[in-house]
């Protein structure tokens, strides 16, 4: 089995920091292969509660190497909850990867652990007889302090469901629970990880030195 490691983290940093400088990034310090994966920012703030930039990924299957070189960014610059992370926050920001394994059906929709579960939601909206999915990963619960029925809840309304959420609706969900590893890094580990292993500390173009 793949775990996350550092090094993934490593090369979705350098990605980003390379999308700034417009230059292709050092090529990843892992091996490739198949899995389902997450890229989550966070930004913390003198040394504040890490709070969410962006978290972007795929339940399907997908090339480690190419799926957190896109993600990285899509999550950094293309998450629609949020503006695009600018060169300047860098300093602040903490990514984690996650890679999603043993994928389950469960039995029914309270089917899962909070913390060792992510999960994946999918029903008809009984408003627009339309199909809705939604997904959290296995850490959000227990950071948000939700009850499963809480989770549930919100997670239908990331869906796009905006109608009354009855306990008959919530019966009809049918719900995937998942595991996952994963790996976090800030920022200023990132850079003490490329000086060691570079000999020298990542730059953006145009950013002065310890003009943070």
């Not at 997450?38 to 040394?47: A, D, S």
Request: contains cysteine; proline residues 6%; aromatic residues 10%.
């Amino acid at each position: 089995m793949v775990s996350a490691n550092r090094e993934m983290v490593v090369y979705c940093f350098d990605t980003l920091v390379a999308h700034y400088n417009n230059h292709q990034p050092p090529p990843p310090a892992f091996d490739d292969g198949q899995h389902p994966l997450f890229v989550t920012w966070k930004k913390v703030v003198n040394g504040g509660e890490a709070r969410l930039r962006g978290c972007i990924g795929t339940l399907e299957a997908h090339c480690l190497i190419n799926g957190f070189r896109d993600y990285a960014l899509t999550s950094a610059l293309r998450d629609r909850r949020f503006p695009p992370i600018q060169a300047k926050e860098l300093p602040y920001l903490e990514c984690t990867v996650s890679i999603l394994i043993d994928y389950e059906a469960a039995l029914h929709y309270l089917d899962w652990e909070i913390e060792k579960h992510g999960i994946i939601i999918e029903f008809t909206d009984p408003d627009y007889n339309t199909r809705r999915s939604a997904t959290y990963l296995p850490e959000v619960a227990a950071h948000e302090g939700w009850t499963k029925i809480e989770t549930i809840d919100s997670l239908m309304r990331k869906a796009g469901y905006n109608g009354t959420i009855t306990e008959s609706l919530r019966k009809q969900i049918r719900l995937t629970r998942y595991q996952s590893t994963l790996c976090t890094m800030h920022y200023s580990d990132y850079v003490t990880y490329v000086k060691t292993a570079r000999g020298v500390a990542p730059s953006i173009v145009g950013a002065k030195p310890g003009n943070h």
